[in-house]
């Protein structure tokens, strides 16, 4: 069964929601394939439900309250783009950049492709030259 396209935009709202913002890994294997083929927006790549629950507890540890609001989603066929604004409190190291304690945010462009119910492949790119500045700041 193929899903319809409000679906897939719902189900991509709810892997931010759930998996991003909560933290939930129960929450990984209902949305996303065993094999998961998952790049990110800070440059990781992970394969497998299991390496990609790890790299998102490795973000929740350094950006406590994170926070993806999706500011754009459109969809067509099997394939869902979002444009989404990341944000945290820098309180552990992120890029090799030791904690700031400061509130952080960068854009990024998001493609999740889709096989009946579940996602197959994400592919984020972020804006990270504004991030790496804000980390990199001086305190004032």
């Not at 439900?49 to 067509?76: K, M, T, W």
């Amino acid at each position: 069964m193929v899903m319809g396209i409000e679906t897939q935009k719902d189900q991509v709202r709810r892997f931010y929601r759930e998996i991003w913002e909560r933290g939930d890994h129960a929450v990984i294997a209902q949305l996303v394939v065993p094999d998961f083929n998952f790049r990110g927006s800070l440059g990781t790549q992970t394969r497998g439900q299991a390496q990609f629950g790890n790299y998102v507890d490795q973000v929740r540890r350094a950006l406590d309250e994170y926070a993806c609001e999706i500011e754009d989603l459109l969809a067509e066929n099997n394939q869902v783009f979002a444009r989404v604004l990341f944000t945290g409190i820098h309180n552990g190291t992120l890029l090799g950049f030791p904690a700031t304690g400061r509130q952080v945010s960068w854009h990024g462009a998001a493609l999740f492709t889709f096989e009946n119910d579940l996602i197959t492949r994400l592919w984020v790119l972020g804006d990270l030259t504004t991030l790496r500045g804000q980390l990199a700041e001086p305190h004032r």
